[in-house]
């Protein structure tokens, strides 16, 4: 049956289900608080697609390197020294759920999700000529260290138990593997099936294909406030009037939990503000796609350009660039890659972008049990890009009342409540 569908947020993930459930023949509207050239958190990141990321953001030592880290503004991550009893909530749910345990139970799913995003992606490359520049050679975790090269080969181990196939390189043949670009490591993690794209051309050509699927886009809606009658969301008000549908669908990233708490619904979300430098013409051009592990630094070539992005800033809802944060990332560069300098990167505009952080490193996805017709799709975090196309796969499963493609208990949107 073909139902009437609102979705707010136009990043990928409200993008990508958007096109999922107009394929499915729903009637699909979008709203977006900014205008149509926007540049949130889908557009300036690392473009990955990640296989390798099973592992969620909450585990064992992720608190201990976080108190390491969070005194160094340069620093990978930092929190903003503020009152927030929500920021205090979110941190003491994060501790809890840094556990062996969690990663035992979260990891299979997040490697699942991902490789079926991959599939989903190779598909769509493959209907539009790539014109999303996908990418599969695979992704370095590159090791400035022996110390941290060890790490990761238990972490390679692991991988590989999990059917995610990794291999350890030493410098020589990390080298071979990349010629394009000199190194100073002490090796890598190989992960044969992790690939990358241009997010900015991906989130183009899925706006193309909505527009095409017969998705109506509402531009500069600011969701004001929602009428509910009963358990039943009947319909959003908004900056540019007042809108109503069989389903409503919350892909809101960072502004989420603003949403939700005007229903009364508890959805634990920080904003971790990430940072990216785009070099136009750099001096070096990788072909593959890395990450320097120390440094938490992801790199992608982009067609002819190379992006360096990075940093995890907790700082609100706040969007005004840390020029400390950005100096942080400069400085890392020519620890791994020594051809290049500092000026490199003069005059390059820092673009900055807010990631929706759960805090058990999960997503929220599926129904709420206080409306009928509320779904959430957010909190994806650092894997937003990577995990949306399966996020609007499954989201258009759910709408359709179709038994989804996989367990989502652990994803609840009520898990919190």
């Known amino acids: 049956m073909s139902k009437n569908i609102l979705i707010i947020g136009a990043g990928a993930i409200g993008l990508s289900t958007a096109l999922h ?30 296989p390798s990321h099973f592992v969620p953001l909450a585990a064992p030592g992720m608190v201990a390197l976080g108190l390491k880290w969070m005194w160094n ?9 503020r009152f927030d009893r929500e920021l205090f909530d979110w941190a003491i749910k994060f501790w809890r759920a840094s556990s062996a345990e969690h990663v035992r139970r979260g990891a299979p799913l997040l490697r699942d999700l991902n490789f079926a995003s991959r599939a989903l992606f190779e598909e769509f490359a493959a209907q539009s000529g790539n014109e999303i520049g996908l990418v599969t050679r695979g992704l370095l975790m590159l090791c400035k260290t022996q110390h941290a090269l060890d790490d990761e080969a238990k972490f390679a181990a692991q991988a590989n138990a999990l059917g995610v196939p990794a291999e350890v390189l030493d410098a020589k043949q990390t080298a071979k593997l990349d010629p394009g670009v000199t190194m100073d490591v002490a090796g890598a993690v190989y992960f044969p099936k992790d690939c990358h794209l241009s997010p900015e051309k991906y989130l183009t050509a899925l706006q193309s294909q909505c527009g095409h699927a017969g998705v109506k886009f509402e531009w500069n809606a600011k969701v004001n406030n929602l009428v509910v009658r009963n358990n039943k969301i009947t319909a959003v008000r908004t900056s540019r009037g007042e809108f109503s549908a069989d389903e409503i669908i919350l ?26 430098l785009t070099l136009m013409q750099p001096r070096e051009l990788p072909q593959l796609c890395s990450i320097f592990t120390e440094a938490r ?58 990631r929706p952080c759960s805090p058990d490193g999960l997503p929220y996805l599926g129904r709420t049990a206080k409306f009928s017709n509320l779904i959430l799709a957010t909190g994806h975090a650092m894997m937003g890009m990577s995990l949306s196309p399966v996020t609007g796969q499954l989201v258009s499963e759910i709408v359709s009342g179709e038994k989804t493609s996989f367990d989502l208990s652990l994803l609840s949107p009520d898990r919190y409540a």
Request: proline share 7%; net charge positive; glycine share 14%.
């Open 297 to 354: 630094m992801a790199i992608t070539p982009m067609g002819t350009s190379l992006r360096f992005g990075g940093t995890m800033e907790v700082a609100g809802l706040n969007e005004a660039i840390n020029p400390v944060r950005v100096q942080g990332i400069i400085k890392s560069v020519a620890k791994y890659f020594p051809k290049f300098v500092a000026e490199d990167f003069a005059g390059v505009q820092p673009w900055r972008g807010l």
């Open 251 to 276: 892909c809101g990233g960072s502004w989420s939990p603003v949403i939700a708490r005007e229903l009364g619904l508890k959805i634990p979300i920080q904003a971790g503000k990430g940072y990216s």
């Open 73 to 81: 503004p340069e620093s990978p991550f930092y929190i903003k020294p």
């Open 21 to 50: 459930c107009a394929r499915k023949g729903h009637r699909v509207t979008v709203l977006e608080r900014n205008g149509a050239q926007r540049d949130g958190c889908s557009f300036g990141n690392a473009g990955m697609v990640v």
